[in-house]
């Protein structure tokens, strides 16, 4: 089975620490992203990157680093974890082109908690 | 006002009735696609559409590019149907063609 896989299911950290989330993904896909996802707003683009090195900004990448310096992982940093950044965070992978041309495929998701 | 709008937000049916789930949205799109998220958080993708009719099992999904919507229809639904219900446009006006604009999602419960 082809897969996304996220390091931590479930994670509680404590304001201004720094927050490493992980995502691996198996199908050599060139497009990654970190979307967080909270009630009543839907899925939120963090950032993305369609190649080794290369980022895009999203919706809200206030507060949020990455880095991709393999294919197959894609980081999401916190850099000073704050409690408004307490959310569902999911990873996706695609292959390269457009968003309309390609399914993206999910993690199963990491929940954070900041206290 | 959201791009992408769904309805209803929250859903309760009785196992084996027959269910639509809309989708409508404001400007012009390359394509939509229907998800399917599960309690606990993953999500799986159940069609990408940009004309027509799409089915795959009980599940069909339809999309009428001039009237800006789309509905999600599950046949014979079942327990285990029960799920949030996600839709999602690449927008042609999109700043970046990697992006997808989501809806706020339908919380699907089926009861036996």
């Known amino acids: 089975d082809v897969k996304v896989t996220q390091s931590s299911r479930y994670l509680v950290k404590r304001t201004g620490e720094k927050v490493f989330l992980e995502c691996v993904q198996d199908?050599?896909?060139?497009?990654m992203f970190w979307y967080r996802q909270d009630p009543g707003l839907g899925l939120r683009l963090i950032y993305f990157?369609?190649?080794?090195?290369?980022?895009e900004k999203g919706d809200i990448p206030e507060g949020y680093s990455v880095s991709r310096e393999k294919k197959e992982r894609f980081s999401l940093i916190l850099e000073s974890a704050s409690t408004n950044q307490t959310s569902m965070y999911l990873c996706?992978?695609?292959?390269?082109?457009?968003?309309?041309?390609?399914?993206?495929?999910f993690g199963a998701g990491s929940r954070l908690t900041v206290l | 006002k959201n791009e992408v709008e769904q309805s209803p937000q929250n859903l309760t049916a009785q196992e084996g009735e027959f269910i639509t789930i809309n989708c409508s949205y404001s400007v012009g799109i390359s394509a939509l696609h229907w998800l399917q998220q599960h309690p606990g958080g993953g999500i799986v993708s159940l069609f990408m559409l940009s004309s027509g009719k799409k089915k795959h099992g009980r599940l069909i999904a339809t999309i009428n590019i001039q009237e800006k919507h789309s509905s999600l229809h599950i046949t014979a639904s079942h327990p285990r149907d029960s799920a949030v219900y996600i839709c999602?446009?690449?927008?042609?006006?999109?700043?970046?063609?990697?992006?997808?604009?989501f809806g706020s999602g339908t919380q699907l419960t089926v009861l036996p």
């Open positions: 996706a992978s695609s292959p390269p082109g457009t968003a309309g041309a390609n399914v993206l495929t």
């Open positions: 199908m050599d896909h060139e497009n």
């Open positions: 999602a446009v690449s927008l042609l006006s999109s700043g970046s063609a990697r992006q997808l604009t």
């Open positions: 990157s369609y190649d080794v090195k290369m980022k």
